[in-house]
């Protein structure tokens, strides 16, 4: 099977020819025609499995050209990084299409994500506390999001986040389709699911997901940083 194969659009086709990936992973393969369909959905597997890509290129899919402000789609996820990492695949994933991507997350200039909000976007990717930060603030309204990822749930839990992402899960419309990305299933996860969740299709791959083979993992010995 290859991109050819899943119902994409030719301005996704070209961005992925573009990045030279031509296979979809099992997850992302899986993924996309459960995704499509509106469902809730829950997608398990070891990290380097693709799982970015198992929820962009569905969600990316099926947004439409808008000129409106408030997003539609609002993804989660633990850390400054990875706000950084999913906003960049989105960019890089929308070469060909015109389609507003925002990164916000605590630590930097909160006024310039302001801003970005005021000029509109389609698709937010944020960490939980400087999100609830814009809520409160009055500039960031939830009315119009459509579709909820909260990536890396185990990692968010793990990190405190709980009463945060049920904050924000509480903020935004119920009629909504969520899904949620992890490597591990655990009792925290399966609660938040039962409570928020409406008859999510699993998408397990935990015995057959194994990393990418382009990964290379390495590890830098670093000495402690010198007295000042
Ligand atoms: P996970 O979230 O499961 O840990 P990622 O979505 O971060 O994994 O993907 C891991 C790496 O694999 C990234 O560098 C990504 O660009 C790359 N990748 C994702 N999908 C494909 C694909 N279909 N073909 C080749 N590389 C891919
Ligand atoms: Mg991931």
Do not use: C, W
């Not at 597997?45 to 693709?50: N, V």
């Not at 962009?56 to 899919?61: C, G, H, K, Q, V």
């Not at 993804?75 to 389609?99: A, D, F, M, N, W």
């Amino acid at each position: 099977m290859t991109f050819n194969d899943l119902n994409l659009n030719k301005p996704l086709l070209q961005a992925l020819a573009d990045l030279e990936f031509e296979y979809p992973t099992p997850i992302q393969a899986k993924a996309f025609p459960i995704i499509m369909s509106g469902r809730d959905a829950v997608g398990v597997a070891q990290t380097g499995t693709g799982k970015t890509l198992a929820y962009l290129l569905p969600i990316l899919r099926q947004l439409t050209f808008s000129k409106q402000r408030e997003a539609r789609i609002l993804i989660l996820v633990p850390t400054r990084e990875l706000v950084i990492q999913v906003e960049g695949e989105i960019k890089k994933l929308t070469k060909y299409s015109s389609i507003r991507v925002g990164g916000i997350y605590g630590g930097t200039n909160i006024n310039t994500q302001k801003q970005l909000i005021y000029d509109g976007l389609d698709v937010i990717v944020a960490t939980p506390g400087r999100l609830l930060d814009l809520i409160l603030s009055g500039i960031l309204k939830f009315k119009s999001i459509q579709k909820l990822v909260i990536d890396e749930v185990d990692e968010m839990l793990n990190l405190g986040f709980r009463a945060q992402i049920i904050n924000l899960l509480e903020k935004i419309p119920t009629k909504r389709q969520n899904l949620m990305f992890s490597a591990t299933l655990n009792e925290d996860v399966e609660m938040m699911i039962d409570n928020y969740f409406y008859k999510p299709e699993y998408i397990e791959l935990i015995s057959r997901g194994t990393p990418l083979e382009k990964i290379i993992q390495q590890a830098y010995h670093v000495h402690d940083k010198p007295a000042e």
